[in-house]
Protein backbone atom coordinates (compact mmCIF):
# COMPACT_ATOMS: atom_id res chain seq x y z
CA UNK A 1 0.00 0.00 0.00
CA UNK A 2 0.89 3.57 -0.76
CA UNK A 3 1.67 5.89 1.67
CA UNK A 4 -1.39 8.26 0.08
CA UNK A 5 -3.22 5.52 0.34
CA UNK A 6 -2.71 4.59 4.35
CA UNK A 7 -2.67 8.43 5.16
CA UNK A 8 -6.10 8.54 3.48
CA UNK A 9 -7.06 5.23 4.97
CA UNK A 10 -6.12 6.59 8.25
CA UNK A 11 -8.36 9.84 8.00
CA UNK A 12 -11.19 7.44 7.13
CA UNK A 13 -10.94 5.54 10.32
CA UNK A 14 -10.46 8.81 12.54
CA UNK A 15 -13.50 9.81 10.92
CA UNK A 16 -15.43 6.83 11.67
CA UNK A 17 -14.36 6.50 15.31
CA UNK A 18 -14.40 9.69 16.61
CA UNK A 19 -14.55 9.41 20.13
CA UNK A 20 -11.80 6.84 19.99
CA UNK A 21 -9.53 8.83 17.81
CA UNK A 22 -10.14 11.84 20.54
CA UNK A 23 -8.29 10.75 23.74
CA UNK A 24 -5.00 10.13 21.98
CA UNK A 25 -5.82 13.07 20.06
CA UNK A 26 -6.08 14.86 23.59
CA UNK A 27 -3.22 13.88 24.79
CA UNK A 28 -0.44 14.80 21.83
CA UNK A 29 -2.31 17.77 20.96
CA UNK A 30 -2.07 19.02 25.26
CA UNK A 31 2.06 18.06 25.31
CA UNK A 32 2.77 19.74 22.11
CA UNK A 33 0.89 22.93 22.90
CA UNK A 34 2.23 23.19 26.63
CA UNK A 35 6.02 22.43 24.76
CA UNK A 36 4.57 25.23 22.23
CA UNK A 37 3.93 27.92 24.63
CA UNK A 38 6.83 27.29 27.46
CA UNK A 39 9.48 27.41 24.14
CA UNK A 40 8.12 30.51 22.77
CA UNK A 41 8.23 32.28 25.95
CA UNK A 42 11.78 31.30 27.18
CA UNK A 43 12.59 32.36 23.54
CA UNK A 44 11.16 35.56 23.83
CA UNK A 45 12.79 36.17 27.01
CA UNK A 46 16.06 35.34 25.27
CA UNK A 47 15.57 37.49 22.53
CA UNK A 48 14.17 40.48 24.40
CA UNK A 49 17.27 39.84 26.67
CA UNK A 50 19.76 40.34 24.17
CA UNK A 51 18.14 43.10 22.00
CA UNK A 52 16.67 44.60 24.08
CA UNK A 53 17.75 44.41 28.22
CA UNK A 54 21.17 44.57 26.48
CA UNK A 55 21.33 47.79 25.59
CA UNK A 56 18.89 49.33 28.16
CA UNK A 57 20.53 48.09 31.40
CA UNK A 58 24.17 46.51 29.97
CA UNK A 59 24.45 48.73 26.95
CA UNK A 60 25.53 47.88 23.68
CA UNK A 61 29.73 46.88 22.81
CA UNK A 62 30.53 47.36 26.79
CA UNK A 63 32.44 46.09 29.58
CA UNK A 64 32.36 47.05 33.15
CA UNK A 65 34.96 47.56 35.31
CA UNK A 66 34.16 46.63 38.73
CA UNK A 67 35.35 44.81 41.90
CA UNK A 68 33.54 41.68 41.44
CA UNK A 69 32.42 39.67 38.81
CA UNK A 70 29.52 38.89 39.94
CA UNK A 71 27.43 38.05 37.15
CA UNK A 72 24.68 35.24 37.91
CA UNK A 73 25.12 32.18 40.29
CA UNK A 74 29.11 31.31 40.12
CA UNK A 75 29.92 34.86 38.74
CA UNK A 76 32.87 34.73 41.51
CA UNK A 77 33.92 30.92 41.32
CA UNK A 78 36.93 30.36 42.13
CA UNK A 79 37.74 32.64 45.04
CA UNK A 80 36.60 32.02 48.36
CA UNK A 81 34.66 34.45 50.26
CA UNK A 82 37.56 35.94 52.29
CA UNK A 83 39.35 36.59 49.50
CA UNK A 84 36.64 38.09 47.93
CA UNK A 85 36.44 40.85 50.53
CA UNK A 86 39.54 41.39 50.42
CA UNK A 87 39.72 43.39 47.05
CA UNK A 88 40.35 46.92 47.01
CA UNK A 89 37.38 49.13 46.54
CA UNK A 90 37.31 50.84 43.24
CA UNK A 91 38.04 54.32 43.95
CA UNK A 92 38.33 57.60 41.15
CA UNK A 93 41.98 56.49 41.31
CA UNK A 94 42.09 53.43 39.86
CA UNK A 95 39.29 54.99 37.23
CA UNK A 96 41.45 57.63 36.61
CA UNK A 97 44.09 55.32 35.10
CA UNK A 98 41.52 52.77 33.45
CA UNK A 99 40.72 56.16 31.69
CA UNK A 100 43.75 57.23 30.66
CA UNK A 101 44.95 53.99 29.06
CA UNK A 102 42.36 53.38 27.16
CA UNK A 103 42.02 54.52 23.16
CA UNK A 104 40.63 57.81 22.23
CA UNK A 105 37.90 56.41 20.58
CA UNK A 106 36.25 54.65 23.70
CA UNK A 107 33.40 56.15 25.73
CA UNK A 108 33.51 55.49 29.43
CA UNK A 109 30.98 56.54 32.63
CA UNK A 110 31.45 55.59 36.13
CA UNK A 111 27.87 54.54 37.76
CA UNK A 112 27.08 53.85 40.91
CA UNK A 113 23.03 52.65 41.63
CA UNK A 114 20.93 52.05 44.52
CA UNK A 115 17.38 52.23 45.63
CA UNK A 116 16.55 55.19 48.03
CA UNK A 117 13.22 56.90 48.93
CA UNK A 118 12.14 60.63 47.19
CA UNK A 119 10.08 63.04 48.54
CA UNK A 120 8.75 66.54 46.69
CA UNK A 121 6.34 68.72 48.09
CA UNK A 122 2.56 67.40 47.94
CA UNK A 123 3.48 63.70 46.94
CA UNK A 124 4.01 60.69 49.23
CA UNK A 125 7.28 59.52 49.54
CA UNK A 126 8.43 56.73 46.99
CA UNK A 127 11.45 54.97 46.20
CA UNK A 128 13.69 55.87 43.31
CA UNK A 129 16.54 54.31 41.02
CA UNK A 130 18.99 56.35 42.40
CA UNK A 131 22.42 57.12 39.97
CA UNK A 132 25.13 58.56 40.55
CA UNK A 133 27.23 58.91 37.26
CA UNK A 134 28.52 61.44 34.57
CA UNK A 135 27.76 62.86 31.66
CA UNK A 136 28.54 60.38 29.17
CA UNK A 137 26.10 57.84 30.62
CA UNK A 138 23.22 58.96 28.68
CA UNK A 139 24.67 58.53 25.24
CA UNK A 140 26.08 54.71 26.24
CA UNK A 141 22.62 53.58 27.88
CA UNK A 142 21.02 55.89 24.89
CA UNK A 143 19.43 57.45 27.24
CA UNK A 144 16.99 60.85 25.24
CA UNK A 145 16.09 63.32 27.39
CA UNK A 146 12.56 64.68 26.33
CA UNK A 147 12.12 67.47 28.37
CA UNK A 148 14.47 69.81 29.72
CA UNK A 149 18.21 68.62 29.38
CA UNK A 150 20.96 66.50 30.74
CA UNK A 151 23.73 67.88 33.28
CA UNK A 152 27.09 68.31 31.78
CA UNK A 153 31.08 67.82 32.35
CA UNK A 154 30.95 70.94 33.83
CA UNK A 155 27.76 70.45 36.35
CA UNK A 156 29.66 67.47 37.30
CA UNK A 157 33.35 69.04 37.93
CA UNK A 158 31.42 71.29 40.05
CA UNK A 159 29.44 68.77 41.63
CA UNK A 160 25.73 70.40 41.21
CA UNK A 161 22.95 68.90 42.76
CA UNK A 162 20.58 68.42 39.72
CA UNK A 163 18.75 65.78 38.81
CA UNK A 164 16.87 64.30 35.64
CA UNK A 165 14.95 62.00 36.46
CA UNK A 166 12.52 59.04 34.76
CA UNK A 167 9.09 59.43 32.94
CA UNK A 168 7.33 57.55 36.54
CA UNK A 169 9.47 59.81 38.92
CA UNK A 170 7.87 62.77 36.96
CA UNK A 171 3.92 62.14 37.06
CA UNK A 172 3.98 60.75 40.75
CA UNK A 173 6.24 64.34 41.91
CA UNK A 174 5.08 66.23 39.75
CA UNK A 175 1.75 65.20 38.09
CA UNK A 176 0.30 67.93 35.75
CA UNK A 177 3.49 70.03 36.50
CA UNK A 178 6.91 70.35 34.43
CA UNK A 179 9.31 69.27 36.72
CA UNK A 180 12.12 71.22 35.76
CA UNK A 181 13.04 72.88 37.96
CA UNK A 182 11.68 71.85 40.87
CA UNK A 183 12.88 70.30 43.66
CA UNK A 184 13.36 66.67 44.52
CA UNK A 185 14.62 65.47 47.67
CA UNK A 186 16.47 61.61 47.32
CA UNK A 187 17.11 60.37 51.01
CA UNK A 188 16.53 63.87 52.39
CA UNK A 189 19.29 66.01 50.09
CA UNK A 190 17.92 68.39 47.89
CA UNK A 191 18.28 68.09 43.93
CA UNK A 192 17.01 70.23 41.68
CA UNK A 193 15.21 68.99 38.34
CA UNK A 194 16.80 70.00 35.19
CA UNK A 195 15.11 67.13 32.78
CA UNK A 196 13.05 64.55 31.91
CA UNK A 197 14.22 60.96 30.47
CA UNK A 198 11.69 59.09 27.17
CA UNK A 199 9.66 56.79 28.17
CA UNK A 200 11.91 53.32 28.40
CA UNK A 201 9.27 50.75 30.10
CA UNK A 202 9.78 47.68 31.65
CA UNK A 203 11.85 44.43 31.51
CA UNK A 204 10.29 41.20 33.08
CA UNK A 205 7.95 44.04 34.85
CA UNK A 206 10.40 46.15 36.43
CA UNK A 207 10.24 49.25 35.55
CA UNK A 208 12.98 51.19 33.80
CA UNK A 209 11.34 55.09 34.44
CA UNK A 210 11.79 55.13 38.40
CA UNK A 211 15.31 56.46 37.38
CA UNK A 212 17.16 59.74 39.56
CA UNK A 213 20.06 60.54 37.89
CA UNK A 214 22.61 63.03 39.11
CA UNK A 215 26.44 63.99 39.06
CA UNK A 216 28.73 61.11 41.19
CA UNK A 217 30.18 64.22 42.45
CA UNK A 218 27.59 65.81 44.08
CA UNK A 219 25.87 64.47 46.86
CA UNK A 220 24.43 61.29 45.63
CA UNK A 221 27.61 59.83 45.34
CA UNK A 222 27.56 59.99 49.01
CA UNK A 223 24.16 59.13 49.29
CA UNK A 224 24.37 55.74 47.27
CA UNK A 225 28.63 54.85 48.15
CA UNK A 226 29.64 56.63 51.76
CA UNK A 227 32.64 55.40 51.35
CA UNK A 228 33.46 57.40 48.77
CA UNK A 229 34.36 54.38 46.26
CA UNK A 230 32.65 53.75 42.77
CA UNK A 231 30.47 50.82 42.03
CA UNK A 232 31.41 50.48 38.40
CA UNK A 233 33.20 52.05 35.44
CA UNK A 234 31.06 50.75 31.87
CA UNK A 235 33.18 51.41 28.83
CA UNK A 236 31.71 51.40 25.36
CA UNK A 237 34.00 50.77 22.26
CA UNK A 238 33.03 51.98 19.04
CA UNK A 239 32.38 48.22 17.72
CA UNK A 240 32.23 44.74 19.08
CA UNK A 241 35.59 43.88 17.31
CA UNK A 242 37.03 46.82 19.71
CA UNK A 243 36.19 45.47 22.82
CA UNK A 244 38.54 42.67 23.38
CA UNK A 245 41.64 45.05 23.16
CA UNK A 246 39.53 47.75 25.39
CA UNK A 247 39.56 45.20 28.04
CA UNK A 248 43.23 43.93 27.79
CA UNK A 249 44.08 47.49 28.05
CA UNK A 250 41.88 48.65 30.77
CA UNK A 251 42.89 45.04 32.75
CA UNK A 252 46.65 45.61 32.43
CA UNK A 253 46.82 49.18 33.55
CA UNK A 254 44.76 48.44 36.58
CA UNK A 255 47.40 45.37 37.32
CA UNK A 256 50.07 47.68 36.88
CA UNK A 257 48.67 50.43 39.00
CA UNK A 258 47.35 48.17 41.71
CA UNK A 259 51.15 46.50 41.82
CA UNK A 260 50.05 42.86 40.76
CA UNK A 261 52.69 40.17 40.11
CA UNK A 262 52.31 37.97 37.11
CA UNK A 263 51.30 35.28 38.82
CA UNK A 264 48.57 37.11 41.01
CA UNK A 265 44.66 36.71 39.97
CA UNK A 266 43.17 40.35 39.04
CA UNK A 267 41.89 41.56 42.36
CA UNK A 268 38.75 43.18 40.04
CA UNK A 269 36.19 42.47 38.15
CA UNK A 270 35.57 42.66 34.00
CA UNK A 271 32.25 41.55 32.89
CA UNK A 272 31.63 41.75 29.09
CA UNK A 273 27.95 41.16 27.84
CA UNK A 274 29.50 37.67 26.76
CA UNK A 275 29.54 36.99 30.65
CA UNK A 276 26.65 38.13 31.53
CA UNK A 277 24.72 36.50 27.56
CA UNK A 278 26.52 33.59 29.33
CA UNK A 279 24.67 32.70 32.25
CA UNK A 280 21.43 34.02 30.47
CA UNK A 281 21.33 31.22 27.99
CA UNK A 282 22.89 28.78 30.72
CA UNK A 283 19.55 30.06 32.22
CA UNK A 284 17.38 30.01 28.71
CA UNK A 285 18.46 25.78 28.81
CA UNK A 286 17.40 25.01 31.88
CA UNK A 287 13.93 26.95 31.14
CA UNK A 288 13.44 24.67 28.14
CA UNK A 289 14.49 21.67 30.14
CA UNK A 290 12.13 22.18 33.42
CA UNK A 291 9.34 23.63 31.23
CA UNK A 292 9.23 20.44 28.64
CA UNK A 293 9.06 17.82 31.66
CA UNK A 294 4.87 18.34 31.82
CA UNK A 295 4.56 17.96 28.15
CA UNK A 296 6.60 15.44 28.09
CA UNK A 297 4.37 13.26 30.50
CA UNK A 298 1.09 14.42 28.42
CA UNK A 299 3.40 12.97 25.18
CA UNK A 300 3.64 9.68 27.18
CA UNK A 301 -0.12 9.23 28.51
CA UNK A 302 -0.75 10.19 24.45
CA UNK A 303 1.42 7.65 23.55
CA UNK A 304 0.06 5.03 26.02
CA UNK A 305 -3.53 6.01 24.81
CA UNK A 306 -2.47 5.80 21.19
CA UNK A 307 -0.99 2.30 21.19
CA UNK A 308 -4.13 0.89 23.58
CA UNK A 309 -6.36 2.31 20.41
CA UNK A 310 -4.60 0.70 18.05
CA UNK A 311 -4.12 -2.90 20.04
CA UNK A 312 -8.03 -2.69 20.11
CA UNK A 313 -8.42 -1.60 16.09
CA UNK A 314 -6.33 -4.70 15.34
CA UNK A 315 -8.48 -7.02 17.31
CA UNK A 316 -11.37 -5.59 15.68
CA UNK A 317 -9.51 -5.41 12.14
CA UNK A 318 -8.50 -9.29 12.49
CA UNK A 319 -10.57 -10.48 9.86
CA UNK A 320 -9.81 -7.36 7.46
CA UNK A 321 -6.25 -8.19 8.03
CA UNK A 322 -6.83 -11.94 6.89
CA UNK A 323 -8.44 -10.93 4.10
CA UNK A 324 -5.43 -8.63 3.04
CA UNK A 325 -2.69 -11.01 3.64
CA UNK A 326 -4.88 -13.56 1.82
CA UNK A 327 -4.85 -11.55 -1.45
CA UNK A 328 -1.20 -11.24 -1.02
CA UNK A 329 -0.29 -8.45 1.61
CA UNK A 330 2.99 -8.55 3.30
CA UNK A 331 4.04 -8.35 7.05
CA UNK A 332 5.61 -5.14 5.88
CA UNK A 333 2.64 -3.46 4.42
CA UNK A 334 0.35 -4.51 7.47
CA UNK A 335 3.00 -2.98 9.22
CA UNK A 336 3.66 0.14 8.01
CA UNK A 337 -0.19 0.49 7.27
CA UNK A 338 -0.88 0.68 10.99
CA UNK A 339 2.41 2.82 11.65
CA UNK A 340 0.97 5.09 9.03
CA UNK A 341 -2.28 5.36 11.25
CA UNK A 342 -0.84 5.90 14.76
CA UNK A 343 1.74 8.48 13.17
CA UNK A 344 -1.57 10.25 11.21
CA UNK A 345 -3.30 10.60 14.36
CA UNK A 346 -0.56 11.84 16.58
CA UNK A 347 0.58 14.42 13.88
CA UNK A 348 -2.90 15.52 13.83
CA UNK A 349 -3.07 16.28 17.91
CA UNK A 350 0.97 17.48 17.25
CA UNK A 351 -0.93 20.16 14.34
CA UNK A 352 -3.63 21.38 16.66
CA UNK A 353 -1.82 21.40 19.67
CA UNK A 354 0.74 23.66 17.58
CA UNK A 355 -2.02 26.65 17.03
CA UNK A 356 -3.01 26.44 20.48
CA UNK A 357 0.61 26.61 22.00
CA UNK A 358 1.19 29.64 19.93
CA UNK A 359 -2.56 31.38 20.93
CA UNK A 360 -1.39 30.62 24.57
CA UNK A 361 2.18 31.91 24.48
CA UNK A 362 0.42 35.38 22.77
CA UNK A 363 -2.29 35.40 25.47
CA UNK A 364 0.50 35.14 28.17
CA UNK A 365 2.08 37.66 26.64
CA UNK A 366 -0.84 39.51 26.53
CA UNK A 367 -1.71 39.06 29.97
CA UNK A 368 1.87 39.13 31.68
CA UNK A 369 5.37 40.90 31.29
CA UNK A 370 6.61 37.80 29.69
CA UNK A 371 7.50 38.52 25.87
CA UNK A 372 6.91 35.35 23.54
CA UNK A 373 8.74 34.72 20.03
CA UNK A 374 7.59 31.40 18.57
CA UNK A 375 10.80 29.80 17.37
CA UNK A 376 10.52 28.05 13.79
CA UNK A 377 12.73 25.01 15.03
CA UNK A 378 9.86 24.34 18.09
CA UNK A 379 7.21 23.86 15.42
CA UNK A 380 9.15 21.53 13.18
CA UNK A 381 10.58 19.78 16.46
CA UNK A 382 6.72 19.42 17.85
CA UNK A 383 5.57 17.92 13.98
CA UNK A 384 8.62 15.54 14.13
CA UNK A 385 7.78 14.82 17.87
CA UNK A 386 4.33 14.07 16.94
CA UNK A 387 5.21 11.88 14.72
CA UNK A 388 7.96 9.84 16.41
CA UNK A 389 5.31 9.62 19.34
CA UNK A 390 2.59 8.14 16.85
CA UNK A 391 5.03 5.44 14.94
CA UNK A 392 6.68 4.42 18.81
CA UNK A 393 3.26 3.86 19.89
CA UNK A 394 2.07 2.00 17.17
CA UNK A 395 5.10 -0.36 16.91
CA UNK A 396 3.57 -3.26 18.70
CA UNK A 397 0.23 -3.24 17.76
CA UNK A 398 1.19 -3.14 14.01
CA UNK A 399 3.70 -5.74 15.09
CA UNK A 400 0.71 -7.71 16.09
CA UNK A 401 -1.11 -7.35 13.21
CA UNK A 402 1.42 -8.20 10.89
CA UNK A 403 2.41 -11.49 12.81
CA UNK A 404 -1.48 -12.94 12.51
CA UNK A 405 -2.07 -16.01 11.05
CA UNK A 406 -4.11 -15.20 7.81
CA UNK A 407 -6.42 -18.73 8.00
CA UNK A 408 -7.06 -17.96 11.62
CA UNK A 409 -7.95 -14.39 10.95
CA UNK A 410 -10.39 -15.27 8.04
CA UNK A 411 -12.70 -17.54 10.46
CA UNK A 412 -12.25 -14.42 13.32
CA UNK A 413 -16.34 -12.95 13.30
Do not use: C
Not at 21 to 29: C, E, I, K, Q, R
Not at 178 to 200: C, W, Y
Not at 244 to 263: K, P, S, T
Not at 326 to 350: C, H, N, P, W
Request: proline share 5%; charged share 20%.
Amino acid sequence: MRTRDAVLLALTQIRVQKLKSAFPLLGVTIGVMFLIAVVSIVEGMGKYVEEDFASRLIGTNTFTLRRFDNVGPGGNRGFSARELQRRPLLRMTDVDVVRGSLPATMRSTVASETFKYATAIGARPRQVQAVATDAEYFAIKKFAVTSGRAFTDQEVRAGSPVVVIGVEVAEHFFPGLDPEGRQLRVAGIPFTVIGVIEKQGSVFGFSLDRLAIAPHTSPMGRIIRPQRDVSSLIVQAPTQADLAEGIEVARGALRAFRGLRAAEPDNFGLVTQDAAFGFIKQLKGRLVLFGTALPAISLVVGAMVIMNIMLVAVAERTREIGVRKALGAKRRDIMSQFLVEAATLSTMGAAIGIGLGIGLAEIIAALTPLPAAVAPWSIVAALVTGAGVGIGAGLYPASRASQLDPIAALRSE
